[in-house]
């Protein structure tokens, strides 16, 4: 079971950038899933989740800008960003509540995708 993210990049202040993040393995069901990122020299944080029947949360530093969405068939959680931003950089991680047979409920991460909003 693991979480595979993908879609980051560099991009020019104003531009956009769309992440993905798929679940794949023998997951019985999936909870709650999320967007976080570090930055170099900081701490990570929260960026937005998802709650399995849509509900969204954002940090307020993006939002406005930025639109998690899930797609519960394909085990799937995204991420678009528009009007990004030089601060918007970093790595971002996905994470998520996956449920496996012989473990139960568990929060899984990502490997990371760098976003760089650079001029």
């Known amino acids: 079971v693991q979480l595979q993210a993908s879609g980051g990049g560099l991009v020019q202040p104003g531009g956009s950038l769309r992440l993905s993040c798929a679940a794949s393995g023998r997951v019985l069901a999936i909870g709650i899933m999320g967007w976080y990122r570090q930055a170099p020299g900081r701490q990570r944080e929260l960026v937005a989740t998802i709650t399995g029947t849509g509900s969204t949360n954002y940090v307020d530093s993006v939002k406005g800008r930025f639109t998690i969405s899930r797609d519960n068939a394909k085990n799937t959680v995204y991420l678009q960003m528009d009007s990004l931003k030089p601060e918007d950089t970093a790595v971002y991680y996905c994470?998520?509540?996956?449920?496996?047979?012989?473990?139960?409920?568990?929060?899984?991460w990502g490997q990371g995708t760098q976003v760089t909003v650079s001029s």
């Open positions: 994470n998520a509540i996956l449920r496996t047979i012989g473990i139960g409920d568990r929060s899984y």
